[in-house]
């Protein structure tokens, strides 16, 4: 009876859990609250085109955004990049106005129901010969499906007034002494003068040739 018993205990006992890598369980654990959202009743709404541009600049350049809200910042570059600032009707101040205006007094940022708020209110400057819908229209079609503008690298533009003063076989006076013919700098050595300990006078051009020429003679 005793060796039944101990046998069922050891049965019973479950390997204890392996520590697992915290970074991979918060993932795992947050994908699931995600996954439980979206399977509460019906399916989530599909995202409009104005929404998915104010989602796409609400993160732009901002790793820690969730796309949700949207600093002023990136409100401004989305009126530049998609136009809405035209420079007559709508200038950058007047952007900066109406995203003051529509944020919160504390808050940083817009919601997205903000961001059509503030665009109904530029879009009857930007359009001002239009009624109020189409306006407000016009001003969605300038925005629905644009993403931001990465400017790329400016490439340097050589001119001959450039050329000219970094061309170093044209250096005189202490500014040659820095370069080599090549024109690769010499660093320290064409600096400062550095003292020649070799014993020999300065300029002397058979340097180092005496014992080879006492050698030659033995």
Request: charge should be positive; aromatic fraction near 6%.
């Amino acid at each position: 009876m005793a060796d039944k018993a101990k046998s069922g205990k050891a049965a019973n006992k479950t390997p204890p859990k392996s520590p697992g890598d915290p970074a991979k369980e918060k993932s795992a654990k947050r994908l699931s609250l995600e996954s439980e959202g979206t399977n509460e009743g019906a399916s989530a709404p599909e995202l409009s085109a104005l929404e998915e541009a104010f989602r796409k600049f609400a993160i732009h350049g901002d790793t820690r955004a969730t796309g949700k809200e949207m600093h002023g910042k990136n409100w401004s570059k989305l009126c530049k990049d998609c136009q809405v600032i035209d420079g007559k009707n709508v200038t950058i101040t007047d952007v900066d106005i109406v995203f003051s205006k529509i944020k919160g007094k504390s808050c940083r940022t817009i919601t997205f129901e903000q961001f059509k708020e503030a665009l109904e209110e530029l879009s009857k400057k930007r359009f001002k010969d239009k009624s109020n819908e189409e306006a407000i229209q016009e001003i969605h079609k300038l925005i629905e499906g644009k993403a931001p503008i990465i400017s790329g690298v400016t490439k340097a533009i050589s001119s001959p007034t450039v050329s000219r003063l970094t061309d170093t076989t044209k250096f005189t006076g202490s500014h040659k002494e820095r370069f080599d013919p090549s024109g690769k700098g010499k660093g320290k050595a064409g600096r400062v003068d550095l003292v020649d300990e070799s014993g020999y006078v300065p300029g002397y051009k058979h340097a180092g040739t005496y014992d080879h020429k006492v050698q030659g003679g033995k």
